[in-house]
Structures are given as structure tokens and as C-alpha cells.
């Protein structure tokens, strides 16, 4: 996902940040999961923007999706390649002022990135865990998450906010803890995974598993399933652009050369880019992470686990105000998705508002700077920042 | 009491006098949310709103409003019965392709109804036709026949007998001569099917 991020253009940024890490839930007190397995200690990596108010308010929480991490914004050091993967959001000025809210972005469990995931010491073999991971769901990353923001003194987000597997953790947050939320922001994400959503991961999962490296998760500290993930990431990667985007970056052209090579080297310009990025998301990601955390998103279904099968009783357990936002190409989580949202959320009363965004960009448009999503973001925020203070 | 927000459009500001401060207010196409974003500063309404161009939608949520994107008609289905106090559709009926369903609609959602459209009896009109020969053409009225978004033709006396018929009541009715964005205008008490260019209607169950 961080692909598209580059440094913003007129130098705005939150500056350096710096990764904190939080562990709780030690045993015996360790964490129960839904599935009714036991993890602990569980550590959250997570990263905080901006200051936080004496009474804490003007608090907000971002969730990163998929293959994100916890550093949304900024730089861990001056020379870095790129800043987080959401810097055209969040930063001074930008769609979520750090000038005007305190910023908390965790990464997942599950995930590899700092928190607790398959990659992680089990404590039990001082190895990794591998598969011995139990398996997470959207609802337990949630669960961790609230532990962070409890050990903030943070009483009531002010908004949450994420996309894609991030915005399945605004859905959920909404509903499990739903004192603690007065607005959320769930963008380009759905109620539940439809069966063309589960079959790419399904997929995805498959590639990793199929290769010899991945050995049933145990590849720690030998060769990594590298080919396995890249394909993953790049049938993954598929699934986030569009048509009209794939026909507008590359089209038909070919890599470096004028004609077919008559072999099986990557001709087409969109063969390249999927090797390059399928390449370099092995040297950031754990495969075992990957299947985890799909595993997670296809799991999830608001309606069957807070509503009884129903999403409006699901939706009405919630007390935020709700800004749903879809984007035209996507096809992963299309816009019926997302009114199906609306709908549960109109029908169980809550105050909602919904933008269908025009862009050619596919699912990954809510990661690519654009005026619309940075505008509609900020009055949003203004407006439940003033009520949440009358 | 002459702030920029008493300064919406006339017809605006006479639904405005019918609302109660402090109600909850459903606008269907709301535009760019000016009627909402006055009953807020000056009536204190908890508003939403729908709006089916996603410009004008994104205007109202920059602007902090509750609004959603989407079509009308279908959109107010999903709201539970009684949701709000007043459900207005101002300027929008002549559009609407199901008007009855989305009157029983608007008066399921909410205990009052404001439906406000431009009059095609008005004088203008009838003597366009009859002089010209040619569909009416006006400032009320501003789409040649091929281009027009107004598939409805409806007057003062047709509006009334519509709403007996759907077996709703006019609480409320006011006839008004004014341009489409003006923000004076007068009432017309006097035959008001043949002078008025706009009809405004407050209307309830039976």
C-alpha cells in the first residue's frame, strides 16, 4: 500500500516520529481471543501525532489495513525513503490536523510489524510461533487495541478512522466498545467479505502455502517463502487498482524493449510492476502474517457476530456518527457494500453520512492524496469536534 | 437579526417559518445544504440530508452536515417510521417518478411533509402557450423540452387534489411570486393558481 506515498510536495509533515511499543496481558492474565485460544504477553507497536489534551479529548485512532504498520505519517529519521503510508492525511494542516488532534495509530496483532503475530517469541518455546499463532480475528486486534488506548487515559476516541481491513476495525469498534467512539469513519471497506473478496485471498493464501520454503509456517531462521508471498502480494495488488488505472498506467506497453521476447521474461509493463512490487513486499512482510491477517478479514461479519446474523441489530449497538465513504472503481469492496452499510445504520437510527468518491484509482483511492477524501475528512472532523465539546 | 443566514432564498426562508425549533429535519435533495445549514444556525434542528450529486454532497459534509449520496426515492425506505418531524422536498416534485410512493414515504419517516414546487398555471406560462405555441420556457421553468429534468407538470390546484388523493391534508399552504434565486419575494393571496410562480405546502396524515 505505501507505493503511492512520497513526500509531500510542499514539505508538510509531522516531522520524525518515533515507533513505542505497549505489552500487556502477560500470563496469567493473558489475552482471551474469540476463537477461545489464549495470547499473551500481547505487545502493540504504535505511534502517537501530535498532543493530547489535559482532559484528553480531541483524541483519534487510525487503522491501517492489510500490509500497513503504525506509522501513518512522518519520518523514523531524516534520510528515509518515504514517510508513512497515510502522510497525504495525516500532518499539520492536512485532512487530520495534528495541530488540532492527538493522532494514535497502532498496528495490528497478527501483523509484523512491531506487534505481537506468528512472527513473534512464543514464550512457551523461546521460538517463533509460526502456525502455533492462534488465529486472530478483526474483534481480538480491536480488543488489543482498546488495551493501548485505555493505557492512554483515552475515555472517548473522538473519531476512528481506517480503510480497507482498517475500516473493518472502525466498523467493530464502533459496535464492541461503543462508548468509546463518537464518530467513525469507515472507508472503502465492507460489513463482510463476499465470496469474490474470500476467493482472492483464498488464492493468495495458496500461493504462499504452495511453496516449498513456507514449510507449514516453520521458516524461521532459514529461507523465507519468498516467491509464495510475492505472488500473493501481487494477485493482492490486483485486486486494489482497476481497469481504467491498469489501462492508464500501463496498457499494453512493454518493459524495456520494443518487441515480444518470445520467452517467459515479465514484456509487459504491468508483468514488471507486479514482480517489482510482489519483490519488494517480501523484504517488509511475513508470509505467515499475510495468511493471518486475510484470515481475519474473511472471518468477519458484523452482523453474524454482534447482531445475530442481523447488521442493522449489529449497527445498532453503536452510538457514533458515521461518515461511509465508497470509491466508483472499486471492485474489491464495491459501492453496494458500503450502502449496505449506510442502510444498517440509517435502519438502527444512527446519524450517518455517505460520499460515493468518483476516481478511476480502484480500492487503493483511498490511499492516494485527492482533495475530495482530504476535504470531506476535515469538515467531517470539525463538525464532531464541535459537538463533541457542546 | 439581519445575519448572512436569514439571506437564503425567499421560498427558504417561508419552509423555515414553519419548522419548530429544536425538530429534527430530513431535506431531500438538499443541494449544497443552505436550507439545512440555516434551520441549524437559526432553528437549532438536528438536520440530514440526501442529495444524489456527489459535489453538492461532498459541499455539505465539508460544511459539517449530516448528508448522504444517493436517490432520494430510495433512500428514505430505509428510515424507520416517525425518524424525524418535518421531511422536506423543496423544488424537487416535478423530478420525483414516483411521487405518491414517496409522499406516503416522506409522511411514514416524518409527522409533517414540506413539498414546495414551481406552479404551472401561473400566467406566464398559460400565455406562452397560448401565444407562442411553444412548451413554456421561463426563469421558473429554465430547460427547453429535450433537456428538461421536470417530468412532472403540476399547479396549485393539481398539488391539492394530489395530496387528497394519496389521502394526506394540507396543514398549510403559501403561494409566492418570486424568481429562483431571489431572496425577496411577495405572497400571493389572490388567485393564486394563475399569479403565483411557486407553491409551498405544508402537509400531514389524515
Given amino acids: ?390 | 437579526m439581519n445575519s448572512p443566514h436569514d439571506l437564503i432564498r425567499y421560498d427558504l426562508q417561508l419552509i423555515a417559518s414553519w419548522i419548530e425549533p429544536g425538530s429534527r429535519v430530513l431535506d431531500l435533495g438538499c443541494g449544497e445544504g443552505d436550507l439545512l445549514q440555516h434551520l441549524i444556525a437559526r432553528k437549532g434542528v438536528t438536520g440530514a440530508g440526501i442529495e444524489h450529486n456527489e459535489e453538492k454532497v461532498a459541499r455539505c459534509i465539508e460544511k459539517g452536515l449530516s448528508v448522504l449520496q444517493g436517490d432520494i426515492s430510495q433512500e428514505v425506505l430505509d428510515y424507520p417510521d416517525n425518524a424525524f418531524d418535518y421531511v422536506i422536498l423543496s423544488q424537487t416534485l416535478q423530478q420525483v417518478y414516483e411521487p405518491a410512493a414517496l409522499i406516503r414515504s416522506m409522511l411514514r419517516i416524518g409527522h409533517k411533509g414540506i413539498v414546495s414546487f414551481p406552479n404551472f398555471s401561473h400566467w406566464g406560462i398559460r400565455l406562452q402557450v397560448i401565444f407562442t405555441g411553444y412548451a413554456p420556457f421561463s426563469r421558473q421553468l429554465p430547460y427547453p423540452w429535450y433537456e428538461t429534468p421536470n417530468i412532472r407538470v403540476i399547479t396549485l390546484k393539481d398539488f391539492r387534489k394530489f395530496v387528497h388523493e394519496v389521502g394526506m391534508r394540507v396543514l398549510a399552504e403559501v403561494a409566492i411570486d418570486t424568481h429562483s434565486q431571489d431572496r425577496y419575494g411577495r405572497i400571493i393571496a389572490f388567485l393564486p393558481n394563475l399569479r403565483a410562480t411557486y407553491g409551498i405546502y405544508l402537509i400531514g396524515k389524515q
Fill in chain 1, 1 to 390: 500500500m505505501s507505493e503511492y506515498i512520497e513526500h509531500d510536495r510542499e514539505r508538510v509533515s509531522v516531522g520524525i516520529v518515533a515507533k513505542k511499543q505497549f505489552t500487556f496481558a502477560a500470563p496469567p492474565n493473558a489475552m482471551e481471543l474469540e476463537s477461545g485460544a489464549r495470547l499473551g504477553p500481547v505487545t502493540i507497536a504504535y505511534e502517537t501525532y501530535g498532543s493530547l489534551a489535559p482532559d484528553r479529548s480531541h483524541a483519534g485512532l487510525v487503522l491501517h489495513a492489510l500490509a500497513g504498520d503504525s506509522r501513518v505519517a512522518g519520518y523514523y529519521a531524516p534520510a528515509d525513503e518515504k514517510p508513512g503510508w497515510w502522510d497525504c492525511m495525516v500532518g499539520p494542516g492536512k485532512g487530520i490536523d495534528t495541530d488540532r488532534y492527538f493522532v494514535v495509530c497502532a498496528n495490528i496483532i497478527g501483523s509484523c510489524m512491531g506487534s505481537t503475530g506468528p512472527s513473534s517469541a512464543n514464550p512457551a518455546t523461546g521460538r517463533a510461533y509460526g502456525l502455533d499463532f492462534p488465529v486472530v480475528t478483526i474483534g481480538d486486534m480491536v480488543a488489543a487495541q482498546k488495551a493501548l488506548i485505555d493505557h492512554l487515559g483515552i475515555v472517548k476516541l473522538l473519531c476512528v478512522v481506517g480503510g480497507s481491513i482498517g475500516g473493518m476495525q472502525v466498523l467493530e469498534w464502533s459496535v464492541r466498545y461503543p462508548e468509546m467512539v463518537f464518530s467513525a469513519i469507515p472507508l472503502a471497506t465492507t460489513m463482510r467479505h463476499s465470496a469474490l473478496a474470500i476467493a482472492f485471498n483464498e488464492v493468495a493464501r495458496q500461493a504462499i502455502m504452495a511453496d516449498p520454503h513456507w514449510d507449514h509456517g516453520n521458516y524461521y531462521g532459514g529461507e523465507k517463502p519468498g516467491l509464495g508471498l510475492a505472488v500473493a502480494r501481487m494477485i493482492a495488488h490486483i485486486t486494489y487498482l482497476s481497469d481504467e488505472s491498469m489501462r492508464l498506467k500501463f496498457g499494453r506497453r512493454l518493459q524495456d524493449k520494443h518487441d515480444f521476447s518470445f520467452n517467459f521474461d515479465a514484456d509487459f509493463q504491468v508483468e514488471s510492476y507486479l514482480r517489482y512490487q510482489g519483490t519488494k513486499f517480501v523484504e517488509r512482510f511475513d508470509a505467515n502474517s499475510f495468511l493471518y491477517i486475510t484470515k481475519a478479514a474473511d472471518y468477519f461479519d458484523l452482523g453474524k457476530q454482534h447482531g445475530d446474523g442481523s447488521a442493522v441489530k449489529a449497527c445498532s449497538k453503536a452510538q457514533a456518527k458515521f461518515l461511509v465513504i465508497s470509491f466508483t472503481s472499486d471492485w474489491l469492496y464495491p459501492t453496494y457494500q458500503a450502502r449496505n452499510i449506510v442502510k444498517a445504520l440509517k435502519k438502527s437510527g444512527r446519524d450517518v453520512s455517505f460520499c460515493e468518491i468518483e476516481a478511476e484509482w480502484g480500492h487503493d483511492a483511498f490511499l492516494i492524496p485527492g482533495e475530495r477524501l482530504k476535504t470531506l475528512i476535515h469538515g467531517f472532523l470539525e463538525r464532531v469536534h464541535d459537538e463533541f465539546a457542546a
